[in-house]
């Protein structure tokens, strides 16, 4: 059973992004105080807009949405292209004749925003991190004080086992490695991260996704639609053997932590100097004879229960 | 003739950039909108309180002070401690018995402060930043928009011929090279370096130095007392044939940009990743041929008229 | 059935080093034409009596061995001390009264030796390097020509999934990771890697272990003594669930190729920049939207068959 | 005056590599006992063949040629090109018709030559080395008792105001900044060092050059036809108000030292893992608060008496 939640949702829609926002605004449990948007599988102009969609899409517009950061720390960084799996438009392609107006953006920068919501709610908000972390950073930066204010962190982000959809790196950690690391060495609260090796092992059956994206409603043609560029590239070009599931495993966790059923503890870094691991999130037990010190302790979730995660993805459609 | 100046100065009080403040203070035409602290010299605490005593030296404590950041962009940066020149306060270790309250701080944030000064006077400040550049790269991130509606950005900082007070970098560049890095991408007013290098070979004559500090005012005192430490290790230790100015040569260029006798227009770009030249400012001229293409164009002071800064000191002790 | 090999061995002999020289050693089908020493899990010099002492003890002096390099390409590395398993003479603290006279050690150097070889055996040699690739990186710059008279090289490092034996990385890569730069982009022969990950994973059971040490003979009682340190640290302070075999593993391998059950073709990289991933082995897939270009298509053994790999252990101590 | 100088010269000729040995060659107090190529400025195929012809306008074949390494230590290093100034074949264009016989070459490797002469030659030999250092790093890597048995190792390279003919760097160090890093940090003997900086500051008058290269010899002619490119380059692409000379200024200070008129000593590193300063040259003086600990002393020549130069010079051509 899902306790309450009060959330901050840190996105950069994105697909899955929209699939993890739905979920989130179909579960009476969530109280979704604020969207602040960053770029990341789009630019920072589409997210505003991809946001705006899901929202009015669940006649939620009442959700306050925040502009966020436009580009990386390091803006020079080596950029790398979602729209293979996120088309152009960062919703797979498949644009809304009547986008909501960009007016309904709040005018209080996003880091900003997350910084005062957290002076209102101390010690209440869960702030989930499925993109870049560059918000993050840059609020921790602009006050050392507000991560202690934070019930949790819960990041998508991050990879386990040395490799990712990047080489060496998943793409939030990889588009703003800087980022990552500042979130992870700087962030007080307690951490929970969802790996992209995590994510690509829980993923659910090819026969499972079929039927979920066959819903017939509103809402469920639209995840149908926006999901099938990149759900085919899975299923074709990468030939995953399930179909991955990565922001809405992140949502499914932090709404009801049951679900998870096999976690780790351990200290972590993010590499930010390697020539092909830059955005490496590593593990730096203290069992090593010759171990960095610094490392920071989060809990890496493993193994979820998939029962629960299609139950929240079902409720998100209806 | 010095020309009107509407300036902010983000600082890190500091010594020296306590004798540029009260150059910047007895100057008529200068109008000084806010000071921005920032860590650096010594901890942000002791810098907003260093600011404050300059501020009531001048009986100016009108002037608005804003507090910033305390660390650099990526905290966990080997740290560089200036106390040595500075002292443990960041003052020369002379203390007042009767700082001014604390309650004289701004409750808006620094980084919040230069965008809005920046929006109140779009294409008139003069940022003067003669810190680790923390608060400036904070501030193009939060608006992409900022640097464009300032005037100039003149820096203290960086180094042109390899070497600096740290291995192989200046100070200011050192303690915060990504944010070094960020400003000298990012910016797009026209920027103006004030290198060490330029610092160190434009220094005064010891005789006139010692002149200069026996100025029987009470700001003559101040001056006096706050220096004393560091010189008397740039006389000794460092062995310097001239007295060393960074902040006030650069304030002194701010003021009356005629003092300035030669510079060079150069594309810069700022080594965040070596391991003896971190920090290290790299000039990339278009001649090589296998030249990196993204350097930002600066205007590099390599000269400056001493007897124009005499006149600037002399009257900022007056 | 294992076909005849003509072997090299380059190796820092170590304990489980010494397994795999008996495993060599007391198979029909390897000719042993020399072992080539290289500093790693102790100092060369220990390396060069270890080696001489395992040869004794098999009556086969008459196999010639080389000194080759002494320290990792770049000397200043931060070193790491591998005599917590090893001990501090490379051999799990247990001394010979009396070792073999060090003027059994050729004249010729390692790396001219290996190249010499190569040239009289073209096209027949398997190298085995065992230890930090110092020597075999040393043979290709000093002969381009070297790695293509190779019948093949197998190499016990690397790692597959971001973690090892040191932090990011496995500590034969970890300790020159130039040198497993070089060796993996230059070598022209095929590549079988076997990684620090498969060796974990293909361990023995601590049953068979305790079993295999118990053979009552002189190597047995050699290996049981040598092994005892780094054993009881794996059983007790790592909590391994099987005992790893490390060279040993890789000796089987290239004794028997038919005791591999699973493996992978993937192009590889070794990080050099890393601040905590230098040296770790890095797969860049050309599935990956931003993937380097440069990899190396090596063969990176998965898994094996345990009944070979024990017959062999078994054999090496009769 | 010269005293008796047992030289090897290390070399990638090179254009003015080759002026640097024709003046070897004309000094009676120089006793050339060998000279071993090195990729650089050209191909090291170009580099035995250029060398040979020096040799052969000399009437000096019976100095032995040996043949080194090919490509730096890390060949996939991005490669810079020295086209521009030496030309495709290294030596300005200018094929030589009949060229000697590459059977001249000697079949020992450079390296192991190397280190073979310095055992012959114990406390003798003046090694100068105006290339790539991937020999001599090598050579110190074969042998670590090697460089203790040189008199002195000059070298013609590296930078000391971080600027160079290649951003942040100069070309030697740049083309193999590991094999400059572990030169300087392994060698033992004494160390001179000929940087870039002071190569360009005491250039000739292009008065004197055109004078120079006027000299109607054989030699003369040969020397004004392999620098005409690169010079022409020097004087109206890179403007330089004097005639720089690398290779030539070094083999002076080695043939009279006298002619040396500063110099400074300083603890140095390369710079190896920079994005701009890969390769740079970097005086990690003591008086550094903080320091890296593990520079090397090195005598830095920073003026030369220009008389003595231009005498050696002309005689070169006689």
Redesign the interface.
């Known amino acids: 059973m899902a306790s309450k939640c009060t959330m901050v949702l840190d996105t950069d829609v994105g697909t899955d992004d929209a699939v993890a926002l739905l979920m989130a605004l179909s579960q009476p449990s969530v109280d979704l105080i604020g969207v602040t948007c960053v770029h990341g599988n789009t630019s920072l102009d589409n997210v505003l807009v991809n946001t705006l969609r899901v929202l009015k899409l669940c006649n939620r517009l009442d959700v306050p949405v925040y502009k966020g950061?436009?580009?990386p720390?390091?803006?020079?960084n080596?950029r790398?292209?979602a729209s293979?799996t996120h088309g152009s438009d960062g919703m797979g392609g498949i644009p809304d004749p009547h986008p909501p107006s960009r007016d309904l953006i709040q005018s209080e920068?996003a880091?900003?925003a997350l910084i005062r919501m957290a002076n209102e709610h101390p010690g209440e908000i869960s702030l989930v991190a499925i993109g870049p972390l560059?918000n993050l950073?840059?609020a921790t930066?602009?006050?050392?004080e507000f991560s202690k204010k934070l019930k949790e962190l819960v990041i998508m982000g991050g990879?386990?086992?040395?490799?990712g959809?990047?080489?060496?790196a998943e793409f939030n950690f990889f588009v703003d490695p800087?980022a990552a690391?500042?979130t992870l060495?700087?962030y007080t609260c307690p951490i929970t991260v969802v790996p992209w090796d995590t994510c690509v092992r829980n993923g659910l059956t090819w026969e499972w996704y079929d039927q979920w994206t066959s819903t017939d409603t509103v809402k469920g043609h639209f995840v149908r639609d926006i999901l099938k560029r990149g759900m085919t590239n899975a299923r074709t070009?990468?030939k995953r053997h399930l179909a991955p599931i990565f922001d809405p495993l992140t949502m499914a966790v932090v709404i009801n932590r049951s679900i998870v059923s096999e976690t780790k503890r351990s200290p972590v870094?993010v590499?930010?100097?390697?020539?092909?691991?830059?955005g490496?999130m590593?593990?730096?037990?203290a069992?090593?004879?010759?171990?960095?010190k610094?490392g920071r302790e989060v809990d890496i979730v493993l193994k979820c229960d998939a029962d629960g995660i299609k139950e929240m993805l079902m409720k998100a459609v209806e």
Chains 1, 2, 3, 4 share one sequence.
């Open positions: 950061t436009a580009c720390l390091i803006s020079s080596k790398t292209d293979f920068h880091v900003n560059t950073a840059l930066k602009m006050d050392p990879n386990i086992e040395g490799r959809n990047r080489p060496g800087e690391y500042i060495q700087e070009f990468y870094l590499e930010v100097k390697g020539d092909v691991t830059r490496q590593v593990q730096v037990d069992s090593f004879v010759d171990h960095p610094n």
